[in-house]
């Protein structure tokens, strides 16, 4: 878009027709250039009410344009589990960095490279990271307010140490992995679980509960759980899952909480979203 184009642009942005702003709109949605930036000076320095207030609503739609492009990117070429949190977390912070976020947990992760060893048992490694997360760090479940889309970004959790299942099982696997721990994601219903997996067999050596402190779990009891709660056993509930899944249902659990504030425009376009994981 040439700078004589965008001013026009910006000339009618407060223009009364309706038709008129709407194909206004319709043009910076369309643009390939990055027209946040100048729309966010505009409305710093505006003293115009309508004009601010269109800029704010084509700003919001153009980013949510950007979080649907870098999210397609993500579930075809990419599926760091990381980073897939990240980037539902900017989807409501936009301004956060990648590297910010990573700095902080790589941070967890040197302060215990010290403390595990391959002499220890995975047992004793898993002991070791359950003291750093939740006794010193004081990771813990949010269970005050359990429908707070704040458990979902990875940016609060971080900051507020109140986490959701799933996305504190997202740091703990993070943090295993970063050590050379092979933790990896059950999709258990109810309550996210972790496995512990012996690499020679495939199998879980143990099940860890980062829901509850790192509590380890063994099959007998999952098998139990499933049992009491008249749910039927099911391969998927013993087995690692997919970073995509991970991140899949972090998502549907913003979109729950978001359902139960009677949010609809944030509730639709999580949808959106939830819907490129069948088409991609």
């Excluded at 512990?196 to 009891?221: C, H, M, Q």
């Amino acid at each position: 878009m040439k700078k004589s184009e965008f001013q026009a642009l910006l000339n009618l942005l407060d223009d009364k027709d309706p038709l008129v702003y709407d194909a206004v709109r319709k043009k910076f949605l369309q643009s390939d250039e990055d027209v946040i930036s100048d729309l966010q000076m505009l409305v710093s320095v505006s003293e115009n009410d309508l004009l601010r207030e269109r800029a704010k609503d084509i700003i919001k739609y153009r980013r949510f344009q950007q979080f649907d492009e870098e999210f397609k990117h993500w579930l075809k070429n990419d599926k760091r589990l990381l980073y897939g949190a990240f980037l539902i977390a900017k989807y409501q912070y936009p301004e956060i960095v990648y590297d910010d976020v990573e700095d902080k947990l790589n941070k967890i992760v040197s302060a215990l490279r010290s403390e595990i060893n391959f002499y220890l048992t995975g047992l004793q490694q898993i002991r070791k990271i359950n003291h750093v997360l939740y006794d010193i760090h004081r990771f813990t479940p949010d269970f005050s307010n359990i429908i707070n889309p704040e458990t979902s970004y990875l940016n609060k959790v971080l900051e507020n140490k109140k986490s959701n299942d799933v996305l504190i099982a997202v740091v703990y696997i993070y943090i295993s992995q970063k050590l050379g721990l092979p933790v990896y994601g059950v999709d258990f219903p109810r309550n996210f679980l972790l496995m512990f997996k012996d690499e020679r067999s495939g199998e879980a050596l143990f099940y860890i509960n980062p829901f509850n402190k790192g509590a380890v779990v063994t099959k007998s009891d999952i098998s139990r759980f499933l049992k009491n709660h008249k749910i039927k056993e099911n391969d998927r509930f013993f087995k690692a899952c997919s970073n995509k899944l991970i991140i899949k249902r972090l998502l549907k659990f913003l979109m729950n909480s978001y359902i139960q504030k009677n949010n609809k425009t944030k509730t639709e376009e999580i949808k959106r979203i939830l819907n490129l994981f069948d088409n991609v």
